[in-house]
């Protein structure tokens, strides 16, 4: 976790790909190289009802799924 609260979401290969918002309107969410500086690659995270949601707190933009399982590697 940053010490603003916010996450990254990264997957498990040598070079880190992150998950990076878009500043567009109508923009996807793709996976970049990490940058410790990119204000898009932040996300805060929350879960209701079981549904999870990411907000690029910079954006505004979400990102929302439901019915995630945790299973251990």
Do not use: E
Request: glycine residues 8%; proline residues 7%.
């Amino acid at each position: 976790m940053n010490a603003d609260g916010t996450v990254r979401l990264t997957d498990n290969c040598p070079q880190l790909l992150t998950l990076t918002a878009l500043s567009v309107s109508g923009g996807t969410v793709t996976a970049t190289p990490f940058d410790p500086t990119n204000v898009y690659q932040k996300w805060t995270v929350t879960k209701s009802n079981g549904t999870v949601r990411f907000v690029n707190p910079h954006t505004g933009r979400v990102m929302c799924t439901s019915g995630i399982a945790h299973t251990p590697w």
